[in-house]
């Protein structure tokens, strides 16, 4: 915009230095006064430097552009909160397979990372293990996920699995 500026007060300037008669540079003067008005909004801004003018119309910009982040900041942020993802066991672990298999629901429209955790129990309901592992799902769609335990000594204590109903967005 100070280009702009410039060149018009320079086009102005031209105009003036022609003259072409009195009704010109009364009219080129006329569309000075008016142009300097509407760029600074007062003609004083405009009259004691077009650098000032500058300036005053740049601040008025960086103030509407830090407006607009900031709207843009908090819309982005409220289509990137996701509600939490259900969770479903498909399969506890087993001696030979030291991990369990879900099946982890996105309700959003938009995929995500989700926290699974799955309780890991021996026959009496003690917990033998807790594990947690992130698990992308696409939107309005499911993954079937590994829950990893320890190491494979541990699958053989386990008897059965109970993962949390609900896997947590990131």
Not at 2 to 18: C, D, P
Not at 101 to 113: I, K, Q, R, S
């Amino acid at each position: 915009m100070a280009v702009f500026v410039v060149l018009a007060l320079t086009g102005f300037s031209t105009s003036r230095g022609h003259g072409h008669g009195s009704s010109h540079s009364g009219g080129g003067g006329g569309c000075s006064s008016s142009g300097q008005d509407h760029d600074s909004s007062s003609s004083t801004s405009g009259s004691t430097s077009s650098g000032s003018s500058g300036s005053t119309y740049r601040d008025y910009d960086d103030d509407d552009d830090y407006t607009d982040d900031t709207s843009g900041g908090g819309s982005s942020s409220t289509s990137t909160t996701l509600q939490d993802a259900t969770v479903e066991l498909i399969d506890c672990a087993t001696p030979s397979e030291a991990y369990a298999t879900v099946e982890v629901t996105n309700p959003n429209a938009a995929g995500g990372y989700f926290t699974v955790t799955v309780d890991f129990l021996d026959a009496g309901s003690g917990r033998v293990e807790q594990r947690s592992t992130d698990a992308y799902a696409a939107g309005n769609d499911s993954a079937t996920v590994q829950v990893d335990l320890s190491g494979p000594g541990v699958a053989a204590k386990v008897d059965h699995c109970e993962p949390e109903p609900y896997a947590s967005a990131n």
